[in-house]
């Protein structure tokens, strides 16, 4: 078992920065973990992920240069760097862990995490 605790979420003006958390327990080593984020109204949408040993990282198109995923594994906590932020980055944000990197579906597919937070809020205000 994996429990995965999100924290940093909070409201910004656009253009502004926000660094979220995710502290991992349980079962973490070789995972490849990923931030998904959930506007209302809409489906959950894939952001970012990183490999185990934090060596490889995806992002999706909407974010790259902006943000910036990293993980600590001495302090089994991942962060999501969010720099220039925009209105249409406001979301509930999700910490997600899964299978290694290689293994399965693409990191890049929502449903291929197995492992979910609680989501922290991003309200970005124009």
């Known amino acids: 078992q994996v429990q995965l605790v999100e924290a940093g979420g909070g409201p910004v003006q656009a253009g502004g920065s926000l660094r979220l958390s995710c502290a991992a327990s349980g079962r973490t080593a070789g995972s490849t973990m990923g931030w998904v984020r959930q506007a209302p109204g809409k489906e959950r949408e894939f952001v970012a992920a990183i490999g185990s040993g934090g060596g490889a990282t995806y992002y999706a198109d909407s974010v790259k240069v902006r943000f910036t995923i990293s993980r600590d594994n001495a302090k089994n906590t991942m962060y999501l760097q969010m720099n220039s932020l925009k209105p249409e980055d406001a979301a509930v944000y999700y910490c997600?862990?899964?299978?290694?990197w290689g293994s399965g579906q693409p990191v890049a597919v929502s449903s291929s995490y197995a492992y979910w937070g609680q989501g922290t809020q991003v309200t970005v205000s124009s």
């Open positions: 997600a862990s899964r299978t290694p």
